[in-house]
């Protein structure tokens, strides 16, 4: 039976022009914007529970609260108390639940789950995301609470959300997740909320199909 | 060029002043009440309206009497007016704008000839608690007399078809917010900033400067040296025209932005590691006859329009002086050409005994017997410290006899007051005082120290001059004279707070701002007590009025979407919103879809159904828990239905969970329960049984869900699956199979049936979701499949019986009353409810949920509809349609135990009144009772 070519969409409506890039639908926009916004939902999302203190946890290495960037280039970014969230290059969810299982011994309970169509992915650059997320979010987003490689979990425009400071050669960048279904409403909220420091949305290329 | 108003013929700009803030090479015109006013950018509309010799901008709240400019700032209390379609706009803080159209409220037919000025010959018979007493009998005309009153209530009017405006909210957490930007509050933000800590400085005004800013040249030098040193300080982020409208607990401050770029009003919600409080004083209006005449303004308003605006404020006037403020006045008047013709000097015993004039002040008689024909009476009588956000941190204000004004108690870490509040002395004094609360803010900011030494300022003599020996306003806003409240003292309400609330002085839009002091020393006066013994009204957010739109802000009200969303907008779906889910409905004729559904097969998105990946070896003993049924012997790709009741025996949720692998279980659960479900699940694993070794994850949004139901439903599955076996007894009922569907691996299917049709309930990756529901559609057209929506889901499950939680029982609703007496396994060792259904099982009285049929079959008693028996509620009706299969109506209800047995008769009161018979059903199910069509 010669299946049909279904192609992966995101939940937010790619900004003109649209493409396809490894059976993703994406946007083909390129913006030179001081503060941007890209849909990154092709990016592979791995979530993680495991004992911090574990085989898993010690591989991982990143503490709750924090990311870091393992050597394969994967983000690893500690979201939970026992709890991970990964972030690989596009279609590297399957090898990366590998990885974690095959880490995991008899004895300790560790769960690795692709959660990569169920979590929107978005990342904010830009000199005024900071600014513009304080509109959405109650948490201190001062370096002094959350510095770069800061991870937290909260309400942003009242999504349970969870945001992760990245910053881009040294200019403030967040990568912003939720439950898929709230993604098109989280995506609007931002640039509602960004409009007043000339937000614009930025397509998503192969290159970050690499990873974030 | 020189700017007639051509309205009034009349021009009283002056020439340039030093520090005059009108951009004279900017001219507009705007409109008041009709007439087009000239205005520079810089004016506000009083400036503005007084450059043209307007000298009645308002009519007062109860008196409907002539009121004017007397502080020419936000306070004004008789300058609100509307503009455009805004009430309530404080004329002596907002900015012209060219066009702009601005109207007087609180007059009919006009300004100048106000009918409701009538009321101003009555106001001996409308005393404090006029309408208390007078409108309380007899009791039934209340409604007639609301009528009449509303027709006098104050203020502007709103169109209901205004336009939306932007208004925002965002948080910050500063280490200092300085609430007040004039010399201290400026110095205390420059020094908290030096000693490294992110400030927050924030001025009422358009810009920062406090009292300096209508100054002499040496203060306008200061001026300038402060402006410059908080420009070159980092770490201060200056917000003007905004104001600190409430302090909460933790240190919680509330700042309104007026004027953010594109935006209306912005709240800010400040978490702030110290507050300082630097508002500077407000100069106190003089209590005595005629005070509210046009013309009688205080000397800080005189000044503000001659030095701010370059405004001449009158032609000839009378100034009342008690301190440096009015000397200055003096000074200023001088040199704006006005002519003073009396200077009473109330330091030497010199006071006013009344104003005499309308429209405009005519006269003034003096406490020596002499009268002076004049049009301007200035007067400086003494101050009052707003510590209303010191009092907000649990501060009691303490009357200083020597200052005649209250000063904040102190002793607090987190809120300190710098500035007039604190004290008197030199601007240098000032200035340094400010400093010293800067670094001292920073240092407790930082916690570096708690509790370090501040220096207090110095306190100079000042008269105590509250009222003359004639009566007069002491509340300009509410029309509250002191003779009132001399006359609420006299019938009882001789505490500061119960005459404030008999009289309602202190609570009008200045809130107690001009006159709170007054009110304490009349109330004192009439009681003899001292006014330290009487004490203030207490200060409670906000400082300043807040508007609706800035309290609501930007309105979040978050919905989730299916990935087939674009596809059922496309193709018409009516729109169901269900909690944050929207989803279709229906697509133009639900029972048309029904049938679609029994005689083919038919698509409904079911993506909103609750998900949840539960893996490791402890699953069984978290679902025997969760669930009143057994789940220890869950064979691997099986699916079993279960049910969750809260613990006391109420149905919670319920749905399906089938075991994937073998430590490896999916979920379902409603989709309107989901969120409490997920709780429920977390608080079991969290609280009480954290030895459990499960992991669980909501994975709702990452499957597409779709429901294929009918009886060619494995045939159209077939069309799309080719790595399992879907024939009845490799797939039976109640399996669940995990494979490929249209190609995308990791996808599950399941083989249920909420429809009462044979059905299968895939889950594909939630981004291929669009993409395998046009591909299903596509290739089940030779099969006539179509979608069907949640409407024809409900018909579909009532005429299969199936209930739902929430529909069909309510919070009082236990296992055994909806039917689920097989379900309920009190053999098992525990489960949540179990003691009360334990207890619930040897009851016989209870609401059984029962099958209906009305004997008129046309007949479809609303939902929510009684079913009574001689006059008793015996019941109710949960849900009920018009069956396209059965081609009647049909329903499910509660009725009462000794009717739930098949073939009673009942009685159902529809909410017209109208009675509908019917009868009780052999079970729930009315099609297909043996699940016939279920297991094909």
Redesign the interface.
Known sequence: ?A??A??????I?PAEPPSVVDG?EVSGRRSGAGLTLVDC?PLAKI?V?AAPDGAVGRWLGTPFGRAGTNPDGVLVTGSGPDEWTLFGPHGSGRALVGAVEDLSGERE?V?A???????TLMRLTGAAAR?LL?????????NA?SPNSAVFRSSV???ITDVVRDDRSGVPSYLVHC????G???FG?LL??G??FGIEVDGYTSTEMRGV | MRRKAQATGVDMRLGPRPGEIIDRSRGLTFTWDGDTYPAYRGDTITSALAAAGVRVMSRSFKYHRPRGVMTTSYLDPGCLVQVGDEPNVRASHRMVEPGMSARPQNAWPSLRYDVKSANGALAPFLSAGFYYKTFMRPKRLWPAYERVLRGFSPGGAVSPEAAHDYYDKRYAHPDVVVAGGGPAGMAAAVAAAAAGAAVMLVEGEPELGGHLRWGAAPELAALGDLRRAVAATGGIEVLTDSVVTGRYDGNWVAVVQRSAPGVVERLIKARAGVLVAAPGLIERPYVFSGNDIPGVMLSTGARRLINLWAVKPGERAVVLTANSSGDAAVCDLADAGVDVLKIVDARSGEDVVRAKGGRTLRAVECADGTTVECDLLVTAVGWTAPTSLLNMAGDRPVYNERAARFFPGGGHDDVLATGGIAGDGSLEQLIDHGSAVGRAAARRAHEVSATTEIPSLPVEAHPALFKARTHGFVDFSEDVSSKELEEAVAEGYDSIELAKRYTTATMGPAQGKLESVNAVAVVAAATGATIAATGTTVWRPPYSPVTLGALAGRSFEPVRYSPMQPWHEAHGAKPLVAGQWIRPDHYGDPAAEVRSVRSGVGLIDVTPLGKFDLRGPDVPKLLNQLYINKWSKLALGSVRYGVMCAEDGVVLDDGVTGRLGDDHYLMTATSSGAETVWEWIESWLQTEHPEWRVHVARVTSDFASINIAGPRARDLLSLVVDDVALGPEEFPYMRVRSGSIAGIDGSFMWRIGFTGELSYEIHVPASYGLGVWETLLERGADLGVKPFGVEAQRILRLEKGHLIVGQDTDGLTRAYGAGLDWAVKLDKEDFAGKPELGWQEGRDDFLRLVGLRPLEGTAVPAEGSQIVEAGIIVGRITSSRMSPTLGRSICMGFVAPHLAEPGSAISIVAPDGSRVPAVVTPQLAQVDPKGERLHG
Request: net charge neutral; with cysteine; proline share 6%.
């Open positions: 039976m299946e049909p279904v192609i992966a969409r995101s939940p409506t993703w939902m979530l529970r309970l769960s789950l692709d959660v990569t169509h169920g979590r600014p304080s509109k959405l979010c109650a948490v201190d987003l001062g609470v425009a009242k999504v439950e898929r279904s709230y098109s409403y989280l909220a509602d909320a409009a007043e």
